[in-house]
Each structure stands twice: as C-alpha cells, then as structure tokens.
Nanobody, 115 residues
Framework: QVQLAESGGGLAQAGGSLRLSCAASGSTFSIRRTEWHRQAPGKERELVASITTGGRIGYADFVEGRFTISRDDAQNTVALQMDSLKPEDTAVYYC?????????WGQGTQVTVSS
C-alpha cells in the first residue's frame, strides 16, 4: 500500500509557473512508475507526465516542453515543474503511483491559471 499527497497547487497568471509535489509514503520501494494526471471541469482525466524508477520520462503532447517531471528518491517525492502556464492548464492535478497492476491515487491539488 502506498499513500500519496499532492501539494503546490494554487492560482497563477498566464505565463507564470507553479511547482507541484507528490509525496509518497508506505511501500514506496514497490513503486514502478509515478504519473501526473489532470482533470478539468467537464472533461475526462488525462495523463500529463510520467517517470519510471529507471528514469524513463514521458509527456503528453500538450505539454509542449513547458513542464518538467523529476523525482527525489531520498525524499520519496515526484515534482512537476510547470512553466509558461496557460488558462487551459486549469484543472485538478492528481499524482498516481503504479505498483505492478495496482494504481494508487492522491487526493488532487487545484491549479487555476488566469488570463
């Protein structure tokens, strides 16, 4: 079992930056991959970025080089640095840990980008 807690959301202006953090606790040694997802009002949840324990990184096409995912194994955290924010980035951002066939989700953190 893994528990996840996101932090760092808030309000930003278009063109600004926010840094999200996902802190894991519990059986963190079992995590194979950590992902950031987001869900905007009226839309389905979508994958934003992912990072594996081996350091393999992937981004959704809409990121367009604006976001950076990173991990700190000593702190058991995965960060999502978001730069050049757009109003369409407004959503609840969720952290997900993948352990074999099981997914563990955090409670989410709200990101609001004003134009």
């Amino acid at each position: 079992q893994v528990q996840l807690a996101e932090s760092g959301g808030g309000l930003a202006q278009a063109g600004g930056s926010l840094r999200l953090s996902c802190a894991a606790s519990g059986s963190t040694f079992s995590i194979r991959r950590t992902e950031w997802h987001r869900q905007a009002p009226g839309k389905e949840r979508e994958l934003v970025a992912s990072i594996t324990t081996g350091g393999r990184i992937g981004y959704a096409d809409f990121v367009e080089g604006r976001f950076t995912i990173s991990r700190d194994d000593a702190q058991n955290t995965v960060a999502l640095q978001m730069d050049s924010l757009k109003p369409e980035d407004t959503a609840v951002y969720y952290c997900k840990a993948v352990i074999y066939e099981y997914d563990y989700w955090g409670q989410g953190t709200q990101v609001t980008v004003s134009s």
